[in-house]
């Protein structure tokens, strides 16, 4: 198949282009580079030793978008482009609302226009709000505490009105828990243009003594040792289960979950990347971040019965790949 991966250069898009292009798919990426660069295309080419067509657009310009379309016989879009994080959406919600909403109607259009039968969505297990896990896809949503996760739920919802007009479409919401690790060439991983919002790339950080230490958010939570539980995902897991979800959701509206579901939390999370890569990772245990919930993790039954999908790497090989990456960094870029 010829897909279309709107952020292809970001962090999961680049390990699924890889998983696509091993597959035999051929890969049109669009991204504007807002959290990525260029090197990341070039690392794919070279993993993978296979060709990418690459347009550097916005993909909430209409124009532009149309020209993708026009331009190439697409089979089926993958969307990861958007904006991503939780803290940033709060302060500056209209770019939020109008890059995750605007760019999500723009792609439905053109495959309404083009005749293009799948898209598959990243969506996000922020989606569930505060109910109990493991979380079901067929749970009743709770509100999201902030902007970025109230664009994946009207994007959800507008993509399952959008199926009920057009009997041909396929659509997979995929909603991702927590994806870390890196592809395990070292050459493509988490690579924030700011200060990471997410665990593992801070903790990298602190092992390369970028920072000086990782701040834990909070060691009051209803927990086994008071610190939040999250269910990690290796990041070439998450992008197989794209590749199973191109191949094998059926015409209409779906959701699954890709996760482990299996709970870690983060001070299990530290010890087990100190023992892997033999590095002290110095903490502080601060307050609760606004928003942080104390346990979310998958019930993954869905994926593997539907998609014959399961995620296969373990918590060490997560932070064994993690580390190469962040150890490869100054030599990938420069
Ligand atoms: P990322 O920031 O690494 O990748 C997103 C890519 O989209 C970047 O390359 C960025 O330059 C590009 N982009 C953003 N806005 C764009 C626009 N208007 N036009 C063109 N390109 C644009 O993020 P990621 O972690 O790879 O996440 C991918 C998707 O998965 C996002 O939609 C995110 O909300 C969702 N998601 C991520 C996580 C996570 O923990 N990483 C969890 C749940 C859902
Ligand atoms: N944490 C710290 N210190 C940090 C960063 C995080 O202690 O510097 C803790 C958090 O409190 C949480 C865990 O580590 O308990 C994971 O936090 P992340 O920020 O890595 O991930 P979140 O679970 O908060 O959110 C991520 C994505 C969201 C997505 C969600 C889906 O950032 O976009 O997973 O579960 F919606």
Redesign the pocket.
Known sequence: MNILVTGGAGYIGSHTCVALLNEGHSVIIADNFVNSNQSVINNITKITKKPIKFYNVDVTNETLINNIFRENKIDGVIHFAGL?A?GESIEKPISYYFNNIVSTILIAKMCQMYNVNRIVFSS???VYGNNSSPFTESMKLLPTTNP??ET?VICERILLDVVKINPRLSVSILR???PIGAHESGLIGESPNTI?????P?ITQVAKRLREK?????NDYPTKDG?????YIHVMDLAEGHVASLNNTPVGYHIYNLGTGIGTS?LE?VKTFEETNKIKIPYEIVG??PG?IAL?YADVTKAQVELGWTAKCDLTTMCRDAWRFEKNQSLINY
Do not use: Q
């Open positions: 991503k939780v996000s297990a922020t970025y996760g994946k991702y828990f927590n990471p919002n997410n665990i593992m801070f990782l701040y834990i958010f909070g610190t939040g539980i999250r269910d983060v999370l609760r971040r942080d979310c």
